[in-house]
DNA sequence: GGATAGATTTCACTATGCGAAATCATGTGC
DNA sequence: GCACATGATTTCGCATAGTGAAATCTATCC
């Protein structure tokens, strides 16, 4: 459109809807109680029928909410999304730091993992600098039968849980040592859950063994796991106290308080 | 543009890139970890470029971000705003019932306040069933010196903060009863603050009359005012105790710990 | 080096978003 | 009750911002 408006220059995305609507919010969250159409559109140097329709547009994908004074305030979909993204940003970045001063004591990949359905998904790592070591990849996944912090994860859940994955997975082979048998799964978990650490010894690939513990927050639930995973010949158990007060550690963090 | 596209066709705001905007971050949000252009352009429906197009745009406004993989996931900026609505929803929230149950309590007009600068605003009220109430708009102010509330957040905010308010107001008279001598006013101030509640005596209006008490947050700083405001010849100085109780409760929810 | 898949950019096209103007709603003063 | 002022909402002709097919680029795998 035919205009040079008073917006601020140095915003321009390529979508100028999309700026005008972020300058918008930015003029609404500047005001403790909601704000007149006719305030915002001179803040923002907006047409009022141009800051009109957008926020309309904002109030129908809830962004923006509108009292009966027809005065704009911030919606709650900004606090939904808000609240999701804070809730994912704390456990990485809290690990992070933990994750690279284990991977430089161990030598080995830490990862960060989370449970999504019926597998663990690689949200974070920390690699060595050295030629041989295990890789994955972010975004990748894993059935939880197969993994050290899956095993945990599953054990979390409880018995009926585990039969139910065990049901709908037929838990499958990925290397000999993979537990097929149910009723070795079940007492792999309980024993791996009551213990407080996980192993996995070749199950999800051989020639690859992992250590792993959990991750709980304020409310006591498995909020991530955290593992070593090494070269099998590579392994030492003497890592499992370390990676244990990581998790727990962690834990702290994130609220959780163990049962005293 | 040419498309019947897939994306949900009870969405339409009014403006077709704010929907689409909108669908993107949800898509992205129902996501744990960082999600693919081509993973997101599928769960929306849009064109990839497209897609690729307003994704870049929300990246620029800090909606979204994007990691060294291409993967996008959600931006800082949701979570300020989110904060920042959170922060403003707590006490009007929090205090909506509390201010009902006052109003029928009491018979008269609820208010809750907070100071911006020289004056309080009015955020929300609860106005009783009853054809003489005093009214007060939300979204409108008085100045500090002439509310009940006001004096209290002056005095809250020290004696050097209230000489400067005096100074730069010149402490303007509402009604013969307006503090306008600034020791009057100092004293006034420290005396509501140690007793833990003030009184407007006719101060910002001939025959209204209020008795107001602050709510702290977890901070120990003053979140808002509450107040009971009627016309003078029907105030109750007995409201004290449960106007003061409210205060209270108010502010333990949003975390003060007075000092014991 | 070639194949493949996903990401990014280009560009002709037009539907969407724009803003001036008209209309509506509300509050105030007389 | 009416007139006026102010702010909000809607309309509609217009043109450009946003679109999507196609081209190009980049990364990975074999």
Redesign the interface.
């Known amino acids: 459109m035919h205009q040079d408006t008073p917006e601020d220059s140095t915003?321009?995305?390529?979508?100028q809807?999309?700026?005008r609507?972020?300058a918008l919010?930015d003029a609404i969250?500047r005001y403790?109680?909601?704000v007149s159409l006719k305030i915002l559109a001179a803040e923002t140097g907006l047409n009022v029928s141009t800051a009109h329709?957008?926020l309309?547009?904002?109030?129908?994908?809830q962004?923006v909410e509108k009292?009966a004074?027809s005065?704009y305030?911030?919606?709650?979909?900004?606090?939904?999304?808000?609240?999701?993204?804070?809730g994912?940003?704390d456990v990485r970045a809290l690990a992070r730091p933990i994750m690279e001063s284990l991977r430089d004591h161990f030598g080995e990949t830490i990862n960060l993992t989370?449970r999504?359905g019926d597998s663990v998904?690689?949200?974070e790592k920390a690699t060595p600098n050295r030629m041989i070591h295990v890789q994955q990849l972010?975004?990748s996944r894993a059935p939880l039968h197969v993994t050290a912090v899956g095993k945990l994860m599953l054990g979390a859940s409880g018995e009926d849980a585990i039969r139910a994955y065990a049901q709908r997975t037929n838990l499958p082979a990925y290397t000999r040592n993979t537990f097929t048998a149910l009723p070795d799964l079940i007492a792999a978990c309980r024993e791996s859950l009551a213990r407080g650490y996980a192993l996995d010894d070749e199950e999800a690939e051989i020639d690859v063994g992992c250590i792993g513990v959990l991750i709980r927050d304020s409310t006591g639930n498995v909020s991530a796991g955290l593992s070593v995973s090494a070269p099998i010949a590579r392994r030492r158990l003497e890592w499992i106290e370390a990676l244990t007060e990581a998790g727990r550690s962690l834990s702290a963090q994130l609220g959780y308080r163990a049962n005293a």
Not at 74 to 83: C, H
């Open positions: 915003r321009h995305s390529g979508i809807v999309i700026d609507a972020a919010l969250a403790p109680e909601p329709r957008i309309a547009a904002l109030i129908q994908n962004f009292d004074a005065h305030r911030l919606g709650r979909r900004l606090l939904q999304l808000g609240v999701r993204l804070h994912n940003i989370i999504e998904v690689y949200i972010i975004g």
